[in-house]
């Protein structure tokens, strides 16, 4: 099982980034996919949950209204769109299950918002 982030980057406030997930090593189609996080310091956090194929969606507070969660089954991917970003987003974002169906993680993707 691999997951492999990419996308991030430092943006100022106000900035747009778009992160992508690709997975392996699964039967993708078949698992709800989410979006973690975790900012230094913090524990991991749940950001957004997307059914397969993709009818349900989920959002934490702290994003709903400036992130949209979407998947491409026929690739095998899990995209974030970020809008209106904050300071407090930046953290390196994973992609998962949902619920954690496999012990590996990724290497996650750095997102850092700053002037």
């Known amino acids: 099982v691999q997951f492999v982030e990419s996308g991030g980057g430092l943006v100022q406030p106000g900035g747009s980034l778009r992160l992508a997930c690709t997975a392996s090593g699964f039967t993708f189609s078949a698992y709800a996919m989410s979006w973690y996080r975790q900012a230094p310091g913090k524990e991991r956090e749940l950001v957004t949950t997307?059914?397969?194929?993709?009818?349900?969606?989920n959002y934490a507070d702290s994003v709903k209204g400036r992130f949209t969660i979407s998947r491409d089954n026929t690739k095998n991917t899990v995209y974030l769109q970020m809008d209106s970003l904050k300071p407090e987003d930046t953290a390196v974002y994973y992609c998962?299950?949902?619920?954690?169906?496999?012990?590996?993680w990724g290497q996650g993707t750095q997102v850092t918002v700053s002037s």
């Open positions: 997307v059914s397969s194929p993709g009818g349900i969606i």
């Open positions: 998962h299950t949902w619920p954690r169906a496999f012990g590996s």
